[in-house]
T-cell receptor, first 113, second 114 residues
């Protein structure tokens, strides 16, 4: 099984500021996908952003962007102009060539007004 | 509306009882998954199914069983052999055809042993 590590159990950010959530993973595969999911208090898992390993360009979705470092096996999420609605649990996930998804333990993000 | 429906939202189980969590999707997705979520442990895979009438064990399958008789449905039974079943359970599905497709989740079911 692949290992996904989120080393920051909790993070906080001032409203309108930028925050970066860290994620590292362990794999011997060269072709895979990485994801960030958001889980608000409702517990609904929502896809935030997706990165394909063979693409060097970092994915962006509006205020969300990633810093994908394939050699370092690092996949961080940057949230710009943080909003109160960004407060949630964030999970990093890895999808292997067998279509299995592996999740980190999550980072709880607090947005301070 | 298209989506993944899990029921019930809240379920209480007595010691020694089997209970079944329902998961239905109308997204025409091929693969379906069951995850368990405990505090501080993220999501752990219980079972998954890539096609009808076929399923595989995940990392924590002991004490659980599933069936996949229809493409739309993937019920999870929590048996009395599961010693610590109190958790939040998430069902997910995915379309196989496109390699980039992610999984989409239902709203989850809370199971509590009383």
């Amino acid at each position: 099984a692949q290992t996904v590590t989120q080393s920051q159990p909790e993070m906080s950010v001032q409203e309108a500021e930028t925050v970066t959530l860290s994620c590292t993973y362990d794999t011997s595969e060269s072709d895979y996908y990485l994801f960030w999911y958001k889980q608000p208090p409702s517990r609904q898992m929502i896809l935030v952003i997706r990165q394909e390993a063979y693409k060097q360009q970092n994915a962006t979705e509006n205020r969300f962007s990633v810093n994908f470092q394939k050699a370092a096996k690092s996949f961080s999420l940057k949230i710009s102009d943080s909003q109160l609605g960004d407060a949630a649990m964030y999970f990093c996930a890895y999808r292997d060539t067998g279509n299995q998804f592996y999740f980190g333990t999550g980072t709880s993000l607090t947005v301070i007004p | 509306d298209g989506g993944i429906t899990q029921s019930p939202k809240y379920l209480f189980r007595k010691e020694g009882q089997n209970v079944t969590l329902s998961c239905e999707q109308n997204l025409n997705h091929d693969a379906m998954y069951w995850y368990r979520q405990d505090p501080g442990q993220g999501l752990r895979l219980i079972y998954y199914s890539q096609i009808v009438n076929d399923f595989q064990k995940g990392d924590i399958a002991e004490g659980y069983s599933v069936s996949r008789e229809k493409k739309e449905s993937f019920p999870l039974t929590v048996t009395s052999a599961q010693k610590n079943p109190t958790a939040f359970y998430l069902c997910a599905s995915r379309r196989q055809r496109f390699s980039g497709n992610t999984i989409y989740f239902g709203e989850g079911s809370w199971l509590t042993v009383v």
